[in-house]
């Protein structure tokens, strides 16, 4: 019996089935109902070269499937297990290899194992692959398409009870059967739980996430599959995130008004005109009235005259306002009318972007974490999964922009002091008299007669009312030396767009901030006055680390479904539009070698840093991460989060001024450190300290 081939699949390294695909469907995805031994045709050796171990295209960084599934030595392929005779064990792996071939699967080295550890036995029946269909279909409710789950195939395999027991398919039949359902669960648990795209491949520059363990979705399949109710068993799975259930709230809301209008003829735009304001008569009124009943399902009260803008569209107008990222102020212009004009197909692309965006952080969450919205300039304190606390903040420039990604804020410092970037210090004439000058090479305050010599010397401003950190920052180490802080310049919060910083976060009412951070280890504001009135540096680490998420999103919505559409503050939507529409690559899965056994663990000393000493001279950032490679050990971060910085010998001039300007605020894991502590010249430095 044949089979139909899942959409959205083509035979690798088969130029006539490719050309077919392209001919049959749109994207080159198979049409419904062409069958598989009608398209098939004999694989050609892959044009470009595929890594044979981890399968990965080096260029695109996409995985592929091998051409050479018969090679012996490739520690991928499957191999006869215990329980299974050789005679099967060959002949399963022969099919499995076959159909593997035959299609395109996100992951055949995933897929493989997983077949393995299950030693070839069947995953699938028709009852799961009905739920499977079902997920797949209810996919559009999270801003994906069916076809990224194989729904024409697998819709296919249930109409011809390809699963049914009293029908007996081929055996390669069979397997390709396995493997459309095992890939489309794959795709499911991937794409829901981590985004269908990985987005270094699309905003390299600003979008940092981690790697997604392979190992982890093996697991997950199998569990999923071994329970009673596979859809429920999934739905568990799934992160549980209050901001993006909200939002998919809001897309049900706007696919729902698309379909309804798409029936009535569209609708047609408000007319521009003079600007109104409260009080005001206008005919267009009652277009807005009912533009804003449907966009936000607002249920207005029965009045005499639609044609007066009278206190209750006052207030639903300013929502709406505040929710696009517009100034508040009840007056309706030129932007608020672009606003409630835009084209509908337009903002569910923009809603499906930003559900995707969401998916990229929101793994794992606890109830506890901060928000920082960059879009809208907002930072969000929450508690139990319920915001509890806000306040504005200004984020990067289009030149210097604030990243998107996830950490854990260890700690708070209060009277900090501020080491200038190179980048600003080269544009310093002069130097204030609240900067200490340290030189890069000795870690110690000198008062040479060119101070602004960037590479030479290192400027420190002092606590105080001028530095430019302000009273208090919130650390969250990482390696993009981005922290939320107070800033001197008060008067940027008064304005709707704040996008002027060199990336960190600024933010409105940091001390209120410090002591919703602090409030579990007893902190008033008092006391946090008390600290900040000493004028003293002083670290106060945090009992429990507190996820901050930097989130950048251009559609959001609120607990009833009312979506807010920012601007592209930093024109990123178009490549994510762009890349929504195209196939998904399993570049962000990793797989780990297994521990090694502990008599195999090289328990010497670390290599000294002086083996990479020409190198690491040359490029200060790289000298990091160099030695962070080097260093990594099983380790504790120190109870101090103080500046630290690596162990290095003393006498080395050189190593310890690109010490002393690499270490700022970061901390990579390191079996060793030396702890430097500001003192009145430049640092002072304490014994190192091995962990």
């Not at 212009?333 to 990229?360: F, K, Q, V």
């Not at 003293?536 to 680390?545: A, C, F, I, K, S």
Request: charged share 25%; with cysteine.
């Amino acid at each position: 019996m044949s089979i139909s081939l899942p959409i959205g699949f083509s035979p690798t390294g088969c130029l006539l089935v490719g050309l077919a695909a392209m001919l049959l469907a749109p994207a080159g995805l198979l049409a419904e109902g062409v069958k598989a031994d009608q398209v098939l045709a004999p694989s050609a050796t892959p044009v470009t070269e595929v890594d044979p171990v981890s399968g990965v295209d080096p260029v695109s960084g996409v995985e592929r499937m091998r051409s050479d599934l018969g090679d012996s030595d490739d520690p991928t392929r499957v191999q006869p297990v215990e329980g299974v005779s050789d005679q099967a064990a060959g002949s399963n792996q022969a099919l499995l290899d076959q159909a593997m071939l035959e299609l395109s699967l996100f992951s055949p080295r995933l897929l493989r194992n997983f077949y393995l550890a299950r030693d070839f036995r069947n995953a699938w029946n028709p009852s799961r692959a009905a739920s499977m269909l079902e997920l797949a279909q209810g996919s559009v409710a999270h801003g994906l398409d069916p076809r990224d789950f194989n729904a024409d195939a697998i819709r296919a395999l249930l109409a011809e009870a390809a699963l049914d027991a009293d029908n007996e398919p081929s055996a390669s039949a069979h397997w390709r059967a396995e493997l459309i359902l095992s890939d489309a669960l794959l795709r499911y648990l991937h794409h829901l739980q981590y985004g269908k795209h990985n987005p270094k491949a699309i905003n390299p520059d600003w979008t940092f996430v981690d790697s997604v363990d392979a190992a982890d979705l093996q697991a997950e399949m199998q569990a999923v599959l071994a329970a009673d109710d596979l859809a429920r068993a999934v739905d568990q799975v799934l992160p549980d995130a209050p901001f993006y259930e909200q939002l998919k709230l809001g897309y049900e809301r706007y696919l729902a008004l698309n379909e309804r209008l798409q029936q009535e003829g569209g609708w047609a735009p408000i007319a521009s005109g003079p600007n109104l304001k409260i009080g005001m008569r206008d005919p267009r009124l009652a277009r807005i009235r009912d533009q804003l009943a449907l966009l936000d399902g607002y249920a207005f009260s029965p009045t005499a005259d639609p044609t007066i803008y009278d206190q209750e569209l006052y207030d639903a107008l300013r929502e709406f306002q505040g929710r696009s990222g517009l100034a508040r102020d009840g007056v309706i212009g030129p932007r608020t009318l672009a606003a409630l004009n835009h084209p509908l197909e337009d903002r569910l692309a923009s809603i499906r972007a930003n559900l995707e965006r969401m998916r990229w952080l929101y793994q794992d969450l606890p109830g506890d974490y901060l928000f920082v919205d960059i879009a809208a300039y907002q930072l969000e304190l929450v508690r139990n999964h319920e915001p509890v606390w806000q306040t504005r903040v200004v984020v990067g420039t289009g030149e210097n922009q604030t990243p998107m990604f996830r950490d854990k804020m260890e700690h708070l410092v209060f009277n900090p002091t501020w080491s200038v970037p190179r980048s600003i210090q080269k544009k310093m004439r002069g130097v204030p008299s609240d900067y200490k000058v340290i030189d890069r090479r000795t870690g110690r305050r000198v008062h040479p007669s060119n101070p602004t010599d960037h590479r030479r010397y290192r400027l420190v401003q002092q606590p105080g009312p001028r530095n430019a950190l302000g009273r208090v920052k919130f650390m969250f180490p990482n390696g993009h030396a981005i922290y939320l802080h107070d800033t001197p310049s008060r008067h940027l919060f008064a304005r709707s767009r704040r996008s002027y910083s060199h990336g960190c976060v600024r933010v409105q009412e940091p001390l209120d901030l410090a002591r919703e951070v602090l409030a579990k280890q007893n902190w008033d504001m008092s006391q946090i006055q008390r600290v900040v009135d000493s004028g003293r540096t002083r670290y106060v680490n945090l009992d429990e680390h507190l996820p901050v998420l930097l989130y950048y999103l251009t559609a959001r919505a609120d607990e009833q479904g009312r979506v807010g559409f920012r601007q592209d503050l930093y024109e990123r939507d178009a490549s994510l539009f762009a890349a929504l529409e195209s196939p998904s690559g399993a570049d962000r899965l990793v797989f780990k070698e297994p521990p090694a056994a502990e008599s195999e663990v090289d328990t010497g000393p670390l290599a000294p840093a002086s083996q990479a000493t020409d190198q690491l001279a040359a490029d200060p950032s790289l000298e990091i991460k160099a030695e962070a490679a080097a260093d990594i050990q099983d380790s504790r971060r120190p109870d101090k989060p103080i500046a630290l910085s690596y162990q290095r010998p003393a006498s080395d001039q050189t190593w310890w001024g690109l010490l002393m300007d690499a270490e700022l605020d970061q901390r990579p894991n390191s079996l060793s450190w030396r702890i430097d502590m500001p003192g009145e010249d430049g640092f002072q430095t304490r014994p190192a300290r091995r962990l």
